[in-house]
């Protein structure tokens, strides 16, 4: 009887595995090379959208910028483009907010008073809130003297710090001593500053709390007067709203008497001719947004009967400091340092004070204008 050779089935089944390794080895190429052409595919449309959504940003900032559009102009500002792409803008008075430079650098001891409110209302007692004011006024001034609880560059020991400069962005206000502790007690208290706000702050867009520290109304008048402004469908800025329309009715609502011109007393509004637009842009899932704040040389016209009137603009006398007065020392500010509405440029009578751009991770709500309730 005939047998095989053993060396001949040997190499037949070496054969075999070979061709089944390559063809494994083929099989994992294929669909590597599948994986990353998906990849890239799904990574060019990523980045198509994000772009699309910066784009469509751009064009609902360019709406919001136009003089002529108002904040309830829900049909502009509100727009669905095509099936799940569009913008959504929002306006606001930025004299809603205080301009930290302005109130810092004022020789007026009335403002420390003012000072002490705010820091009350964030939760901090008169100590922490002395060290913090004077740790502010020895950043702004441009001498290296210490006010009585402030800190200078032996606490930093840092090169450059303090700045003594005004501050030119509200984020700087961070860098202070003692802003941490306000950071961990009240992290929303950037909400309260920016310095681009003209000096004069607008009851029809400040917070409650603002009213409050700066006007010393009733904490409950102060709240009243913010949910009627923003009129019965409790949203703000739409053509229901019932804001002020002058500064003795503001006034009159807050339970605040007009003390007539006081030197030094912040001064209160009605309107605000700084305007702080937002724009996001959507592409399905994908949300960019970009910031403007713009003086458009005329006061923001807004919906409601509470803008139809004419606007006030007076100096109320600052509620009264727990504490003894401390005048603020150093000059009112370093030369050279930007002046406070000093703008990035200007198209036409719109001077643009600051830009800025990020991305979006929170639901901004629906494309289409929002049902009134």
Do not use: C
């Not at 007026?108 to 060290?131: H, T, V």
């Not at 860098?175 to 702050?201: C, I, Q």
């Amino acid at each position: 009887m005939k047998t095989r050779p053993a060396n001949a089935s040997t190499r037949r089944g070496s054969a075999l595995l070979a061709v089944m390794w390559i063809i494994a080895l083929m099989t994992m190429l294929v669909g590597t090379t599948a994986l990353l052409l998906t990849e890239d595919v799904q990574t060019i449309q990523t980045r198509s959208d994000m772009f699309r959504a910066r784009m469509l940003a751009e064009a609902g900032l360019a709406i919001g910028a136009n003089p002529g559009v108002k904040p309830d102009d829900v049909n502009l500002l509100r727009r669905e483009v095509s099936p799940g792409e569009g913008y959504i803008v929002t306006m606001h008075g930025e004299d809603g907010r205080l301009n930290p430079n302005r109130l810092l650098q004022s020789d007026d001891p009335n403002n420390r008073g003012i000072l002490l409110n705010i820091m009350k209302a964030w939760g901090l007692n008169l100590d922490e809130s002395q060290i913090i004011i004077d740790s502010l006024l020895d950043w702004v001034d441009q001498d290296d003297s210490e006010h009585m609880h402030g800190a200078e560059k032996k606490f930093y020991n840092t090169p450059g710090m303090p700045f003594n400069r005004p501050f030119r962005t509200v984020e700087e206000m961070s860098l202070v001593r003692g802003m941490s502790e306000v950071e961990r007690r009240y992290p929303n208290w950037r909400d309260w500053f920016s310095v681009y706000a003209s000096g004069t702050l607008d009851v029809n867009e400040a917070s409650a709390e603002l009213i409050t520290a700066v006007t010393g109304a009733d904490p409950m008048m102060a709240q009243q007067f913010v949910a009627r402004r923003a009129g019965p469908d409790g949203i703000p800025h739409t053509k229901d709203d019932m804001t002020a329309p002058d500064l003795p009715t503001a006034l009159r609502l807050l339970g605040v008497p007009s003390l007539g011109t006081q030197q030094g007393a912040i001064p209160l509004g009605v309107q605000s001719s700084i305007v702080r637009i937002e724009s996001v842009g959507v592409v399905g899932n994908f949300k960019r947004k970009l910031f403007a704040v713009l003086n458009r040389g005329m006061p923001m016209a807004g919906g409601g009967s509470g803008l139809s009137g004419g606007a006030g603009i007076a100096p109320v006398a600052s509620p009264p400091p727990s504490v003894a007065p401390v005048t603020p020392g150093g000059p009112a500010g370093l030369p050279g340092a930007p002046a406070p509405g000093a703008g990035m440029g200007a198209v036409g009578n719109t001077q643009i004070l600051w830009l800025g751009e990020q991305d979006v991770h929170g639901d901004e709500g629906p494309l289409t204008a929002p049902r009134r309730r």
